[in-house]
């Protein structure tokens, strides 16, 4: 795993377990394989915010238009689509 | 993704002829395209006939199980058992009732029994909700599990018959019964600002009203491939499966999460036509899925729920550059939509997209608090009467006396829609808000009193609110502000509020955050100010 890599993984995961302080999920368990949409943490908007932050901190932009969904809910998932966009 | 295979040919295109019912909606379906797919859902496609044979196997089971006609509920989403339960409910001439699996049991369970269901239909995908939603139930419910054997947990949960894919094959076909025009289609129940959601039945005359309508108006025909991205308990999901099975089309249903990001479904299922709240177009935006060209195969885009933006109405067509675009608008209580707007590039240079005027054989009139109409360009409350115009909420006569009226000077029964507008003779009507405190989230009717009363009983304070954001019509999320108290630590009573929210609110009501503050402001009316709090969140966002 690169250094770029790591640090996102990073950022994503705080993104999440701070959200999910915040909204009282107790027992949430954030790791690699988590589905942030299936697990009720993010709605749509939550995942445009995640990816906005996720973009703007490293500076890259990521196109959806061809993206499977399946591929982009979970923090590994999530990480792998961002680390092949163009920055 | 939904199997990709050419159907047979499909039989001459016949012309849309008015129906009287669901079922005759779908019987009209099956014999323009009995060898075409109905429905491809989780990589299964079926076809007309197969569906119709397995429906009827269901509407069946169903009449054996519960003789007396009570309604159907039926729990689950974008699964074949879903639908099944959908057209076997249809199929018996009894009313479906949409459960959410991903709302709290109790609300769930509120619903259920409400609605006086006396069978209930389970996908696979709903087995969590299931369990602890028969476990509360009071008296015999049949369950039926369309397409699989019975799971081991349902022989512990609840009382009454359980039958599973074999028992339902096996239990010889009935006629399906005439059902009156004035039976119940269906119920579904929204927000309500008391704190109990309000159910609104839609009789078989209310929705033949409108698929006659819709089906000839946006010329659906066999060869179309139609989106299914509304949840079933939202009432627009019935244009999306009916008008679809009425012209003989095919049903496209998305996964949960293409929901979300719905470009890859669009071009590789060839959708044509195209049915969804703005905000799905607002975030294909922000995804930079909007492309121009993006969308070839879509002929008609339709869109509802909430207001339609022009600047989305513009990147839309731009991105299907071969589809119409329509601005359609109708509470729950008026059947799916009532009135429709065509956006084009010509159209006027307002933000909004207009909502345009009403379908044939409705009326629609702006009156001010009494009741009376208002003068040429003033705005006031839209009321709608006509075919569309349902019967009332649900065993509750008192709201339906306040809501469903006869005008003065009239002698038609109106609905209230609560929704401010002005009228354009050029446009038609024109949306600028609402006149109480209801606000739309991703197209969901929310009434903030009600998010209010589970805050309060939480925090146990009533200096409490809930507001939208964005303010205006078309929210995001909700927020919440309660005065801040030195006795308890803000975070704690958060985590805790926000935990109630979702035991007994669906998601899409359940704040995203609780801010403390040292008071409320209030208006010129002494009330709370929820306009202020809401641009105090844009100052935020803005930071």
Redesign the interface.
């Known amino acids: 795993m690169s250094e770029q890599e790591t640090a996102m993984k990073a950022f994503v995961v705080s993104f999440l377990i701070d959200r999910a302080?915040?909204?009282?999920f107790?027992s949430l368990e954030v790791d690699g394989d988590f589905d942030f949409?299936?697990s009720?943490l993010l709605?749509?908007?939550?995942?445009?915010e995640l990816?906005?932050s996720v973009e703007s901190s490293f500076n890259l932009?990521?196109?959806?238009?061809?993206?499977?969904?399946?591929a982009?809910?979970t923090v590994h998932g999530l990480v792998k689509s961002l680390m092949s966009a163009e920055p | 993704m939904a199997q990709r295979s050419v159907p047979p040919p499909q039989s001459p295109a016949l012309g849309h002829l008015g129906v009287r019912s669901l079922a005759d909606a779908w019987r009209s379906g099956v014999f323009k395209s009995p060898h075409q797919w109905a429905l491809q859902v989780d990589g299964t496609s079926i076809s007309y006939r197969e569906l119709d044979e397995r429906a009827r196997s269901i509407a069946a089971a169903i009449s054996q199980g519960d003789p007396t006609g009570a309604p159907v509920a039926v729990l689950g989403q974008r699964s074949l058992d879903a639908y099944l339960g959908v057209l076997g409910a249809v199929l018996a001439g009894r009313t479906y009732v949409p459960l959410h699996a991903g709302f709290p049991v109790e609300r769930t369970g509120g619903m259920l029994r409400r609605s006086g269901a006396a069978t209930l239909v389970v996908g696979p995908e709903a087995d969590d909700a299931a369990r602890p939603l028969l476990e509360s139930c009071e008296g015999d419910l049949t369950v039926l599990f369309p397409t699989r054997r019975l799971p081991e947990w349902s022989a512990t949960s609840g009382t009454g018959l359980r039958l599973d894919a074999r028992d339902i094959a096996t239990t010889p076909h009935v006629e399906t019964p005439i059902v009156s025009d004035e039976s119940i289609a269906y119920l579904l129940f929204t927000s309500g600002s008391t704190g109990m959601p309000k159910g609104v039945g839609v009789s078989q005359a209310n929705v033949s009203a409108y698929l006659s309508h819709a089906v000839s108006a946006y010329e659906y025909t066999p060869a179309d491939r139609c989106s299914q991205m509304f949840d079933l308990t939202f009432d627009l999901s019935v244009h999306d499966l009916f008008a679809t099975w009425m012209a003989g089309a095919c049903l496209c249903v998305p996964t949960k999460r293409a929901t979300i990001a719905p470009a890859k479904f669009i071009r590789d299922e060839e959708i044509t036509a195209w049915f969804s709240v703005p905000s799905v177009a607002m975030l294909m935006d922000r995804m930079r899925t909007m492309k121009p060209g993006a969308y070839p195969s879509l002929r008609i885009s339709l869109f509802c729920g909430e207001a339609l933006p022009a600047s989305v109405a513009q990147k839309w067509s731009a991105a299907a550059p071969n589809s119409t675009v329509h601005n359609l608008y109708g509470p729950t209580e008026a059947t799916i939509a009532i009135t429709s707007y065509e956006w084009t590039a010509n159209s006027s240079s307002g933000t909004a997209v207009p909502i345009g005027r009403p379908f044939p054989g409705h009326e629609a009139a702006i009156v001010d608090t009494a009741g009376h109409t208002v003068g040429e360009g003033q705005r006031g409350e839209l009321c709608v009467a006509g075919p569309q115009v349902t019967q009332g909420y649900w065993d509750d006569p008192e709201r339906t006396a306040a809501s469903f009226v006869i005008l003065p000077g009239s002698s038609d029964r109106w609905y209230r829609t609560g929704d401010l507008v002005e009228w354009s003779p050029d446009d038609g009507l024109i949306f600028h808000g609402r006149i109480d405190d209801q606000v739309q989230v991703m197209g969901f009717r929310v009434e903030l009193a009600e998010v209010d009363a589970v805050l309060r009983a939480a925090l146990h304070t009533e200096s409490v609110i809930t507001v939208s954001y964005p303010a205006g019509s078309a929210a995001e999320a909700l927020y919440a502000f309660a005065v801040r108290d030195a006795a308890h630590g803000d975070h704690g009573d958060e985590a805790a509020a926000l935990t109630r929210c979702r035991e007994v609110l669906p998601p899409y009501m359940v704040p995203k955050q609780v801010f403390f503050i040292d008071h409320l402001p209030l208006n010129s009316n002494g009330k709370i100010d929820r306009a202020a709090l809401s641009k105090t969140l844009e100052g935020r966002a803005n930071e």
Do not use: H, K, V, Y
């Open positions: 302080r915040r909204l009282g107790d949409f299936e009720g709605d749509s908007f939550g995942l445009i990816i906005d932009q990521l196109d959806f238009t061809d993206m499977d969904p399946d982009f809910t």
